[in-house]
């Protein structure tokens, strides 16, 4: 359902609508990188996310997946059939998989010549893939956008700067882990996350993850200098990005978001992450509800504490997103910051998630050691999913449907009778 990507394209929509794009190469430009500047550049990033009945439905079972995270590393030392014995094993069905990662490094097999430096090979990736859907496993590709420890210090011309005068002319970085960040104006940026999705859809997956589509936004940002910034605003810039890959893929369309968007309307901070907006090109989101890093929305402490976060989360999204888009929050599956750490600390978690109004629900630790997620999946919280969605399921069968082409609508509803929700 594309109507193309790259900037000549663009230029060419710009100019069906009587505009006049001024594109400034700066010094040192590599890899055919382009900024266009200005009021024109603002004109053009509004014009990307224009009316549109763009739909990818999200399967029965990928509405109710219960999942967990799987890094590169452990892709590779547990192999297909280590992974479906741990998913499993824990009464779950579906996996996140890394496909570019926080590190940068490219987990296909990638075509692009500025990603070359950056892959690693983990895997056989659409191997694995067929293999996890054939033992009836639900497969998320996780791709990290705007942060990249590699791809700006290889290109700076896509790179956040640091404004500061002893540093003129070098790349800036996030405090803490030094992140570097690709400039989130930049539409050689954008043209890249597009062409990137069109070959992580190729590897067989499920769906798509998108994961840091958003500004930089830590103290250490008031000295960081956007090259390619426009007045559009950050929430319409990001917004415009959406929009393209949408438009480029034909496979459900998942973001992971800051837990505290669940609770902040609009976008107050700065991340460009507006929800409402966001919910006419992304069928799925995943808030960060991690009690670990959101110690200020729970005053109080002991057993119960992430429960009532990931309730008071998903009760307000449901709230203000309403029935259509899918909610799976990603939930914290290691002991930092937790009250306690054991099964009942998991079931706590999911208990509400479900109480929430969630549909589904993954779980992260960054090593991907799920040990005790199996133990509160096979203890407490072993009656407690699937979670019930019949009345969601329902109205999302009749929205998307309603959205689409009358060709694709049959297709649709053909694999997808009108009953109620079989749990």
């Given at each position: 359902?594309?109507?193309?990507?790259?900037?000549a394209?663009l230029?060419?929509?710009?100019?069906?609508?009587?505009?006049?794009?001024t594109?400034a190469?700066?010094?040192?430009?590599?890899?055919?990188?382009?900024?266009?500047?200005?009021a024109?550049?603002?004109?053009?990033?509004?014009?990307?996310?224009?009316?549109?009945?763009l739909?990818?439905?999200?399967?029965?079972?990928g509405?109710?997946?219960?999942?967990?995270?799987?890094?590169?590393?452990?892709?590779?030392?547990?192999?297909a059939?280590?992974?479906?014995?741990?998913?499993k094993?824990a009464?779950?069905d579906?996996v996140v998989?890394?496909?570019?990662d926080?590190?940068?490094?490219?987990?296909?097999d990638?075509?692009?010549?500025?990603?070359q430096?950056?892959?690693?090979?983990?895997?056989?990736l659409?191997?694995l893939?067929?293999?996890?859907?054939?033992?009836?496993?639900y497969t998320?590709?996780?791709?990290?956008?705007?942060?990249?420890?590699?791809?700006?210090?290889?290109?700076?011309?896509r790179?956040?700067?640091?404004?500061?005068?002893?540093?003129k002319?070098k790349?800036?970085?996030s405090?803490g882990?030094r992140n570097?960040w690709?400039?989130p104006?930049?539409i050689?940026?954008?043209d890249l996350?597009?062409?990137?999705a069109?070959?992580?859809q190729?590897?067989g997956?499920?769906?798509?993850?998108l994961?840091?589509?958003?500004?930089?936004?830590?103290?250490?940002?008031?000295?960081?200098?956007f090259?390619?910034?426009?007045?559009?605003?950050?929430?319409?810039v990001?917004?415009?990005?959406?929009?393209?890959?949408?438009?480029a893929i034909?496979?459900?369309?998942?973001?992971?978001?800051?837990?505290?968007?669940?609770?902040?309307?609009?976008?107050?901070?700065?991340?460009?992450?507006?929800l409402?907006?966001?919910?006419r090109?992304?069928?799925?989101?995943?808030?960060?509800?991690?009690?670990?890093?959101?110690?200020?929305?729970?005053?109080?402490?002991?057993?119960?504490?992430a429960?009532?976060?990931i309730?008071?989360?998903?009760?307000?999204?449901?709230?203000?997103?309403?029935?259509?888009?899918v909610?799976?929050?990603f939930?914290?599956?290691?002991?930092?910051?937790?009250?306690?750490?054991?099964?009942?600390?998991?079931?706590e978690q999911?208990?509400?998630?479900?109480?929430?109004?969630?549909?589904?629900?993954?779980?992260w630790?960054?090593?991907?050691?799920?040990?005790?997620?199996k133990?509160?999946?096979?203890?407490?919280?072993?009656?407690l999913?699937?979670f019930?969605i019949?009345?969601?399921f329902?109205?999302?069968?009749?929205?998307?449907g309603?959205r689409m082409s009358s060709?694709?609508?049959?297709?649709?509803?053909?694999?997808t009778p009108?009953?109620?929700?079989v749990?």
């Amino acid at each position: 359902m594309g109507t193309g990507t790259g900037l000549a394209k663009l230029l060419v929509f710009g100019a069906a609508v009587c505009l006049v794009v001024t594109i400034a190469p700066t010094a040192g430009q590599a890899d055919g990188a382009k900024h266009i500047r200005g009021a024109n550049a603002d004109r053009l990033f509004r014009d990307l996310w224009g009316d549109d009945r763009l739909v990818d439905p999200v399967s029965e079972h990928g509405q109710r997946a219960r999942g967990i995270y799987f890094n590169g590393p452990m892709q590779r030392r547990l192999g297909a059939k280590g992974i479906i014995r741990t998913v499993k094993n824990a009464n779950l069905d579906a996996v996140v998989l890394d496909l570019k990662d926080g590190q940068g490094r490219v987990m296909w097999d990638s075509k692009l010549a500025v990603l070359q430096p950056q892959k690693k090979l983990f895997v056989d990736l659409p191997k694995l893939i067929a293999q996890l859907k054939k033992a009836g496993i639900y497969t998320i590709g996780r791709m990290v956008c705007f942060t990249d420890p590699q791809l700006p210090r290889n290109h700076p011309e896509r790179a956040v700067m640091d404004g500061r005068k002893r540093y003129k002319g070098k790349i800036w970085a996030s405090w803490g882990k030094r992140n570097p960040w690709l400039d989130p104006y930049n539409i050689s940026n954008h043209d890249l996350l597009v062409k990137m999705a069109r070959e992580a859809q190729e590897t067989g997956l499920d769906e798509l993850q998108l994961d840091y589509i958003r500004f930089p936004v830590d103290d250490s940002t008031r000295f960081a200098i956007f090259p390619a910034q426009v007045e559009t605003p950050r929430r319409e810039v990001l917004l415009g990005l959406l929009k393209r890959i949408d438009e480029a893929i034909t496979i459900p369309l998942g973001v992971d978001v800051f837990g505290l968007t669940a609770f902040r309307k609009g976008d107050p901070a700065g991340l460009g992450q507006s929800l409402e907006d966001w919910a006419r090109h992304v069928e799925v989101f995943s808030p960060m509800l991690y009690v670990n890093g959101m110690t200020q929305w729970v005053s109080s402490s002991g057993q119960g504490r992430a429960g009532r976060l990931i309730n008071a989360a998903i009760k307000n999204l449901r709230r203000r997103l309403g029935h259509g888009p899918v909610l799976r929050p990603f939930m914290q599956a290691f002991p930092q910051g937790a009250d306690y750490y054991n099964g009942e600390f998991i079931a706590e978690q999911i208990r509400g998630a479900r109480n929430g109004g969630a549909d589904g629900f993954l779980f992260w630790h960054p090593a991907s050691n799920y040990s005790t997620v199996k133990a509160g999946m096979l203890g407490p919280g072993r009656r407690l999913s699937p979670f019930p969605i019949d009345e969601r399921f329902q109205w999302r069968r009749q929205s998307w449907g309603d959205r689409m082409s009358s060709t694709k609508r049959a297709a649709y509803y053909s694999r997808t009778p009108k009953r109620a929700y079989v749990r």
